[in-house]
């Protein structure tokens, strides 16, 4: 049975004496509710997009397995899957410059966390809200553990999402990223890009009336990869003859009668 956590296991914390910090649970209410009503993550053309990715993901993310996993997202509402076959998640979320949740951080800092330490990272439309995604999608990778499954989502930057994103977001302007491009990162990064997809509808709507569904035009994406493995190469001895010079001298004391 999967649990969730809000305190994070002992060595996944930060290092004694670093910058970070944990936010308790009476920081949060204040800043969800400031943010809520400006929160373009928040609004219902969005949350209907997220949950479509989701839905695209979710059949793969359950056969992922582990004792840790790291949400990283835009939004405060950010939920985690329920996958049965994985422990304790952490939740982070891109707020005004800074990382928060069960903790809280600079953007412009490593992510505070040991090398190979989640078997599950979701980053959900997490690179198109910080000011340097290449660095964030390096660190997802470094904290990703061998064989485990990194997820990317976002709005497809060709795609009828465009227009009104940018239109949203020109007080704080935001940069979507191409898909093609963060997979050749992942690949020069060495992790094996299972699929991609794109999700959603072709347009975003505030209205619950239907809408006409193409996947090959979706709104957004969805790039599904998996960490290789450190593969050991066995060595194996070849045995060589070795040349031994013999003397044809008896050594001392050596009767010659034993020696025929």
């Avoid at 990194?150 to 709005?155: A, C, N, Q």
């Avoid at 991609?196 to 569904?213: C, E, F, N, Q």
């Avoid at 709104?219 to 066995?234: D, E, L, N, S």
């Amino acid at each position: 049975m999967a649990w969730r956590s809000r305190v994070l296991p002992g060595d996944l914390l930060p290092r004694v004496g670093s910058r970070y910090t944990v936010e308790t649970d009476r920081d949060r209410p204040v800043r969800m509710r400031r943010q809520r009503d400006h929160d373009i993550y928040a609004s219902k053309p969005l949350r209907r997009l997220r949950d479509d990715q989701m839905r695209v993901m979710t059949p793969d993310l359950q056969r992922c397995s582990g004792t840790h996993a790291l949400l990283l997202g835009a939004s405060h509402d950010d939920a985690t899957p329920g996958l049965p076959m994985l422990g304790c998640w952490t939740r982070l979320r891109v707020d005004r410059g800074q990382y928060r949740g069960d903790l809280q951080a600079a953007i412009g800092e490593p992510l505070p966390f040991v090398d190979d330490a989640f078997e599950l990272v979701l980053l959900r439309h997490a690179l198109q809200v910080v000011p340097a995604a290449s660095l964030l999608l390096a660190e997802a990778i470094r904290v990703l553990a061998p064989g485990g499954v990194l997820v990317v989502t976002g709005v497809h930057p060709v795609s009828g999402w465009a227009p009104w994103f940018y239109w949203r977001m020109r007080q704080s302007p935001q940069m979507l990223q191409l898909p093609l491009r963060l997979i050749n990162t992942l690949q020069r990064a060495g992790l094996e890009v299972e699929w991609t997809r794109r999700a959603g509808h072709m347009w975003p709507s505030a209205t619950d009336a239907p809408m006409r569904h193409v996947p090959l035009l979706g709104g957004g994406y969805v790039i599904f990869a998996r960490k290789r493995r450190h593969m050991a190469t066995p060595l194996r001895l070849k045995p060589m003859p070795m040349h031994v010079p013999v003397s044809g001298r008896l050594t001392p004391g050596t009767r010659r009668s034993s020696a025929s």
